[in-house]
T-cell receptor
Framework: DAKTTQPTSMDCAEGRAANLPCNHS???????VYWYRQIHSQGPQYIIH???NNETNEMASLIITEDRKSSTLILPHATLRDTAVYYC??????????????FGKGTKLSVKP | GAGVSQSPSNKVTEKGKDVELRCDPI?????LYWYRQSLGQGLEFLIYFQGNSAPDKSGLPSDRFSAERTGGSVSTLTIQRTQQEDSAVYLCASSLGDRDQETQYFGPGTRLLVL
């Protein structure tokens, strides 16, 4: 079972920031938070990951609470092409068969003009 | 290209036939993963390779499913005597290795339809 909880769906206006929450209250100290997204009919696309510090890359920012029990993915200026299902994943460590990604239902983000 | 590639992109087969799905990982990636995604469902892990060996095959749904990887590169997922419930998108991902922070990069998937 996925170790994360996400809202089923969210809407966002084009050009606005999209803030996608994720709860992972049972996360262990050595587990990372990963975010992927899946645009219709495509394979999942890696967005960002982090352990405890906030992270930023060209796609998004990841804010992790101090207790690490929740996080927020921020798309600073959402476009229509950001419409997708967004998955928050806690990656089990160590790797090997436990390193596979366990996908939950994700959040369907709809960016509207 | 530089990404993970999969072939065929689409496959339609008749119930009872065997199918082979191919995955070409990113060059230099030693870890390779197979997942499947049934219509409207999340991704289900199938099998993982580190190099040519598969430490854990427990994710394969039945003994009709098998996978191999040769030369530490290309992998083939074979489904024998296909059933209608095998219809799904089969996704392959690769990563540099078997360590934490090793990001998995996915291919576009093979859409399998069993009639």
């Amino acid at each position: 079972d996925a170790k994360t909880t996400q809202p089923t769906s969210m809407d966002c206006a084009e050009g606005r920031a999209a803030n996608l929450p994720c709860n992972h209250s049972t996360i262990s100290g050595n587990e990372y938070v990963y975010w992927y997204r899946q645009i219709h009919s495509q394979g999942p696309q890696y967005i960002i990951h982090g352990l405890k510090n906030n992270e930023t890359n060209e796609m998004a920012s990841l804010i992790i609470t101090e207790d690490r029990k929740s996080s927020t993915l921020i798309l600073p200026h959402a476009t229509l092409r950001d419409t997708a299902v967004y998955y928050c994943i806690v990656r089990v460590w160590p790797g090997g068969s436990q390193g596979n990604l366990i996908f939950g239902k994700g959040t369907k983000l709809s960016v509207k003009p | 290209g530089a990404g993970v590639s999969q072939s065929p992109s689409n496959k339609v087969t008749e119930k009872g036939k065997d199918v082979e799905l191919r995955c070409d990982p990113i060059s230099g990636h030693t870890a390779l993963y197979w997942y499947r995604q049934s219509l409207g469902q999340g991704l289900e892990f199938l099998i993982y390779f580190q190099g040519n060996s598969a430490p854990d095959k427990s994710g394969l749904p039945s003994d009709r499913f098998s996978a191999e990887r040769t030369g530490g590169s290309v992998s083939t997922l074979t489904i024998q005597r296909t059933q209608q419930e095998d219809s799904a998108v089969y996704l392959c991902a690769s990563s540099l290795g078997d360590r934490d922070q090793e990001t998995q990069y996915f291919g576009p998937g093979t859409r399998l339809l069993v009639l």
